[in-house]
Every structure is written in C-alpha cells, then in structure tokens.
C-alpha cells in the first residue's frame, strides 16, 4: 500500500504564499501519477494541479500562473508552491496519488489527510 503525508498548510494574507510537501511511502513504484487536490467548505473536491511520472503537468485554470508543481523522485515527495494567495484559495489541500491497475489488482487513489489552507483578506 502507498501512504501520504502532507505538511505546510497554514494561514497567510492574500498575496503571500505558501509550499507544501507531500512524502509518499510504501509501494511507490506502483505509482504513476500525483497530484494535489482541494475542498472548500460546502463546495466538491476538484483538481488543483496534477503530475505524471512521466513529467506531464495539468493545472486547474484557476491557479495557472500562480502555483507550480514539482517533485522529487529522489525523496519521494510532490510539492505545491502557491504564490499570489487569494481567499478564494482557501480549502483542505489533499495529496493524491494514482495507482494504475497491477495484475488482477484494480486500479486505485489514495489520499493524504489533508491539509488546511487559510488566506485571509
């Protein structure tokens, strides 16, 4: 099984910024794809910025330009740098990870536990 950690989350006024990391651990090499997610208060989860091993890289439209995903491999870990906060931004922040299907193992996602992103105006 593959496990999620996230850290960085935290309160900052529109226009600050913020990193935050994602360590995965367990079966990685059955991972083909990561990615951060969101939830706002009484809103659905939607993608915020996804990225492949091989390097392909998707964004939400409402963050391009704004926020950057990387990794690294090495560390097993995916980051979110989130510059230029906007209020809007505000949400529980969920690392996610795709497992695509292995033998008669169904294909699956796991989730970190989230964490909190507050920008205050």
């Known amino acids: 099984q593959v496990q999620l950690v996230e850290s960085g989350g935290g309160l900052v006024q529109a226009g600050g910024s913020l990193r935050l990391s994602c360590a995965a651990s367990g079966s990685i090499f059955s991972i083909n794809a990561m990615g951060w997610y969101r939830q706002a208060p009484g809103k659905q989860r939607e993608l915020v910025a996804r990225?492949?091993?091989?390097?392909?890289?998707n964004y939400a439209d409402s963050v391009k330009g704004r926020f950057t995903i990387s990794r690294d491999n090495a560390k097993n870990t995916v980051f979110l740098q989130m510059d230029s906060l906007k209020p809007e931004d505000t949400a529980v922040y969920y690392c996610?990870?795709?497992?695509?299907?292995?033998?008669?193992?169904?294909?699956?996602?796991?989730w970190g536990r989230g964490t909190q992103v507050t920008v205050s105006s």
């Open positions: 990225i492949t091993t091989a390097g392909r890289i």
């Open positions: 996610n990870a795709f497992q695509p299907m292995i033998g008669v193992t169904p294909p699956r996602d796991y």
